[in-house]
């Protein structure tokens, strides 16, 4: 079954010590995306790509960031992670065509733990 | 700045009942609307998403409608089971690919 998958589900890192998740998809969607979603809140989008183009929400903070070595795989890294990060990071993946927004679909989520 | 709002906040309900969920949103300039369901601890899956030219969208006891003219869109459940117990989340396009979120309805149909 065509998917997004988030690696690892759960991940506990120390404060300050720099992390990486991970998010593979099988949809061969073009853009994918890096939801931060803190307790009881709705999901925040913190950047995108659209194919290699990267594009970054202003008010994300520097310490994160994005890489997408190809279609396929999209990772997150959280250069110096606070306690303030600690959140439920979400990857999604859509379909661009003629500049027009397609559904949206979800992996499961990574729950980050700062300690 | 688009605003999404969703009442209520958290709702619950006997099993077998129909229910309404409600979802509301200021900028009317949308070309799409998505519902999701989230369950404890877990990702979004999409339930329905209805295009700017279409009023209403089913899938199964799912019956979405999108009134875009007064800024509404609500998610009706027919026959709510204990397994419909989520929160449910609406959220609208802003830009080229940015989705827009409410905060969501807490709901728990009881057994």
């Known amino acids: 079954d065509a998917m997004v998958i988030q690696n690892p589900r759960y991940q506990v890192t120390q404060f300050g010590k720099p992390v990486t998740l991970s998010c593979s998809q099988t949809l061969n969607h073009n853009v994918m995306y890096w939801y931060q979603q803190k307790s009881s809140q709705a999901p925040k989008l913190l950047f995108h790509y659209y194919d290699k183009d990267f594009n970054n929400e202003a008010d994300t903070p520097d310490n994160f960031q994005s890489r997408r070595p190809n279609t396929s795989f999209c990772f997150l890294d959280i250069r110096s992670p606070g306690l303030g990060d600690a959140a439920m990071y979400l990857c999604a993946t859509s379909r661009r065509t003629s500049g027009r927004f397609n559904e949206q679909f979800f992996g499961p989520g990574t729950r980050l733990t700062v300690l | 700045k688009q605003e999404v709002t969703q009442i209520p906040a958290a709702l619950s309900v006997p099993e077998g009942e129909n229910l309404v969920l409600n979802c509301s949103f200021t900028d009317s300039a949308i070309y799409n609307l998505q519902w999701f369901r989230q369950d404890p601890g877990k990702g979004l899956t999409s339930l329905l998403l209805i295009q700017s030219s279409q009023r209403e969208q089913t899938s199964g006891r799912l019956n979405a409608s999108l009134d875009k003219s007064s800024g509404r869109s609500t998610l009706y459940i027919a026959a709510s089971q204990p397994g419909d117990s989520a929160t449910y989340l609406c959220?609208?396009?802003?830009?080229?690919?940015?989705?827009?979120f409410g905060t969501g309805t807490r709901l728990t149909v009881i057994p």
């Open positions: 959220a609208v396009p802003t830009g080229a690919n940015n989705l827009f």
